[in-house]
């Protein structure tokens, strides 16, 4: 599916329900200013086809453009999050060593565009998310899960490899160790272990989950849009980053962040003791 021009002529713009696209493979709704981004091939346990990626990729576009999308939360429709690649479509596929490169390059390009999406992102995990569900779910700024949720990298087990980023960014969230265990081993773990050793921020009985995601979202939507586009670049870039380098950014991020209207709107609802109210410039 082609990105909608439209988004990318002008850099901002409003988005309002009758102008989300009528996409095949996804259910997208806009909740006060957290855009909700469900996974919709339930009879497939939404496992991975390229329209898949292709649209997930324009939801994204729009969601970074949209100045009144604040927060992205991704959840699944049914019993799954996502359990990976389609592996029917797989077998049945003749695709050329080309075409297959193509689609893998659209896997990458997902967890990227998440990655580096300038507003936070929420994996509401609530069922499996394996392989490719998986990877998608680790690019996000916040997982949460169900309690009873299964998040597992089968890669090893099927003769491949993680992609996404998962082989550089889950040592830095769970540890060397514990990264080495799920990513070798291709064991399952449920909502309640994510939790204990912080792969997820929380583990949720079923029936919470989606309001606990979209309480975080909301939590998150409330702070400067601008602020927030900053910093979390800042954390991604870290680990790369010597202190230098890293001090030096943190110190254009302060200074561009002291040149917009939301700076002044922090300072002024800090003195007159109200809630701030912020406008992404």
């Not at 021009?5 to 493979?25: G, K, N, Q």
């Not at 259910?27 to 200013?33: A, C, I, P, Y």
């Not at 898949?52 to 959840?75: G, I, M, P, Q, S």
């Amino acid at each position: 599916m082609p990105i909608h021009t439209p988004y990318h002529v002008s850099p901002r713009f409003t988005l309002t329900a009758d102008a989300i696209p009528p996409y095949e493979t996804l259910l997208v709704s806009l909740q006060e200013q957290v855009l909700e981004i469900r996974f919709n091939r339930p009879h497939r346990l939404n496992a991975v086809v390229e329209a898949f990626y292709t649209e997930l990729l324009d939801a994204l576009a729009v969601a970074e453009r949209a100045e009144n999308v604040r927060a992205v939360v991704l959840t699944g429709e049914g019993r799954a999050f996502c359990v990976g690649a389609d592996m029917k479509e797989h077998g049945g596929a003749a695709r050329t060593l080309y075409q297959r490169r193509q689609y893998l390059q659209l896997g990458n390009d997902v967890c990227e565009a998440v990655y580096r999406l300038k507003k936070p992102v929420v994996a509401a995990i609530n069922g499996y998310a394996l392989g490719a569900g998986a990877e998608m779910a680790v690019a996000c700024d916040f997982i949460v899960m169900a309690e009873n949720a299964q998040i597992g990298f089968p890669e090893t087990s099927i003769g491949t490899c993680v992609g996404g980023g998962v082989s550089k960014v889950l040592p830095q969230i769970v540890g060397l160790v514990q990264a080495r265990r799920l990513l070798f081993t291709g064991e399952k773990i449920t909502g309640t272990e994510a939790a204990r050793i912080s792969l997820a921020l929380a583990a949720y009985p079923q029936d919470q989950l989606l309001v606990e995601a979209h309480v975080l979202g909301a939590k998150l939507a409330e702070q400067a849009p601008v602020s927030m586009a900053m910093l979390k670049r800042l954390v991604n870039v870290s680990s790369a980053n010597d202190v230098d380098s890293h001090l030096q950014q943190e110190l254009d991020a302060v200074f561009t962040c002291s040149t917009t209207d939301d700076w002044q709107e922090g300072v002024d609802a800090f003195a007159q003791k109200r809630k701030p109210s912020f406008q992404g410039r």
